[in-house]
């Protein structure tokens, strides 16, 4: 099998798999969307809101904010943040106080909401990590494939900005190969079978 990188960019990669199988790049596809671990606001707990806003809606906007997720985070953790704001104003994304500044929105400019004169919003909540099986928030990127009439894969990756595009292939593979050994170690083991009598 032969694996070649034809285009990169900050969060684009396209790579093409010569002698390869479709499962082995549906596989790949598969644990991009669903099993790389990246940071979303998953909950919230509001103190004040004068906008015209439900906090329900505010909850659903948070969410949908991709962060910045350092490689050093594993397992279930948490990472709490605030906001705090006062109208007249237009909110961003960089509104946002996270206690890690590592964990921060990916872009600083993203509308949430605005607030007219008088106006205010205080809250704080928790951003959570976890992977695309869970919740379509959790997704880190999109990936596909084609194949050509030379039987070649051609594999297109896009990172939503969360993790570098490389680290999201790479950590989808690590993931994969993790789920393999278990398997073949619990295959491995001795068959536990009892006869039943008849």
């Not at 010569?18 to 499962?23: E, L, R």
């Not at 295959?187 to 009598?197: E, L, Q, T, V, W």
């Amino acid at each position: 099998m032969d694996i070649k990188i034809t285009e990169q960019k900050d969060n684009y990669l396209k790579f093409n798999i010569k002698a390869g199988s479709t499962g082995l790049a549906n596989l790949i596809r598969r644990f991009i969307l669903s099993k790389v671990k990246v940071f979303a606001i998953d909950r919230i707990i509001v103190y004040e809101n004068t906008s015209q806003y439900f906090d329900e809606f505010i909850a659903h906007r948070l969410g949908l904010i991709p962060l910045k997720t350092p490689a050093r985070y594993k397992g279930d953790e948490t990472v709490v943040f605030t906001l705090d704001v006062m109208g007249p104003k237009k909110v961003y994304s960089k509104d946002l106080n996270f206690k890690d500044p590592t964990v921060k929105p990916a872009f600083d400019n993203i509308p949430l909401l605005k607030l007219g004169s008088d106006r205010s919003l205080r809250l704080e909540g928790v951003a959570v990590l976890n992977d695309g099986s869970k919740h379509a928030k959790f997704q880190a990127g999109m990936a596909y494939y084609n194949i050509d009439e030379n039987g070649i894969i051609h594999f297109y990756v896009e990172s939503f900005h969360q993790l570098p595009v490389k680290t999201l292939v790479k950590s989808a593979i690590k993931e994969a190969k993790q789920i393999y050994l278990y398997i073949d170690k619990e295959i491995g083991k001795p068959a536990n079978i009892k006869n039943k009598a008849k």
